[in-house]
């Protein structure tokens, strides 16, 4: 079934609205808040610190540990409170997301523990929580070779889209046979360099070209959204 028009009426290169503030957590070293429209993450950094217990130290470089959640009142399906699986894997590929962009070999046998809460949830969880992490490590002013911009992209019934929402993740063919595919995508936008592309679904290699453009122009956007916001921030302060 084609897609001619997205259910809530955005053009199809086009995010949800984006809001993004920092230090929203006064005792975390560094904190934000970034939100996708009605997807709405809040990051708290605390450290460098001695990783314990000791034999998971590393004498080269420091580590950062990622524990990502969503509120059991995100979505109107109370999620399960405690971890499960989704959330560890959520947490991994977000650690592998943000440890390119932290000069980590300038904390040997530390941790940077990055804690992140989705307050509401309607698709692109992992992604809103990666652009505030970045944010919160960023203002914890931590050494960082670049910021980490993330955005999902995806075909929704034959069509590239930016920032899909759960009605477009959970799209169906007449037939009834769900044909979306969800790639989350996160880049460091300086460098150009990609630190996550996972993919659910089905799609040629001439697409998955495309959609990384699209996704990679609305990071570029994100990435001054985040700059803008930091730099706001940090005016503040003087
Ligand atoms: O959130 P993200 O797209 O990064 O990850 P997902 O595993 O593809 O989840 C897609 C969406 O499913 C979430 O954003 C939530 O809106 C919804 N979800 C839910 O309703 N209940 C859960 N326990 C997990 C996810």
Redesign the pocket.
């Known amino acids: 079934m084609p897609y001619t028009k997205r259910f809530d009426g955005r053009k199809f290169d086009e995010t949800r609205k984006i809001e993004a503030k920092v230090g929203v957590i006064e005792k975390a070293d560094g904190s934000a808040y970034f939100a996708f429209g009605d ?1 709405k993450a809040i990051a708290a950094v605390y450290g460098p610190r001695t990783l314990f217990p000791q034999h998971l130290q590393n004498p080269v470089k420091g580590r950062i540990r990622c524990n990502y959640d ?1 509120m059991s009142f995100s ?1 109107s ?1 109370r ?1 399960r409170p405690g971890p499960g699986r ?1 959330g560890q894997e ?1 947490s991994h590929v977000t650690e592998k997301a943000l440890e390119p962009a932290v000069k980590l070999d300038n904390f040997p046998n530390c941790v940077i523990e990055v804690y992140i809460l989705i307050l509401q ?7 809103a929580g990666i652009n505030a992490a970045s944010l919160a490590l960023a203002h914890a002013g931590l050494p960082m070779i670049d910021l980490v911009s993330s955005v ?1 992209v995806g075909k929704i019934g034959g069509k590239l889209c930016v920032d899909l929402i ?1 009605e477009e ?1 959970d799209f169906k063919e007449k037939n009834g046979e769900k044909s979306a595919t ?1 790639i ?1 995508v996160a880049f460091l936008p300086r460098l150009g360099k990609v630190s996550l592309l996972q993919l659910d679904g089905k799609i040629s290699s001439k697409e998955l070209s495309e959609a990384l453009e699209m996704a990679q122009e609305s990071c570029n956007k994100i990435y001054e959204v985040q700059k803008r916001t930091l730099k706001e921030a940090f005016k503040e302060w003087k």
């Open positions: 997807t969503m979505v399906e999620k989704r959520i949830a309607n698709a692109g969880t992992r992604t999902s759960k993740e969800d989350p």
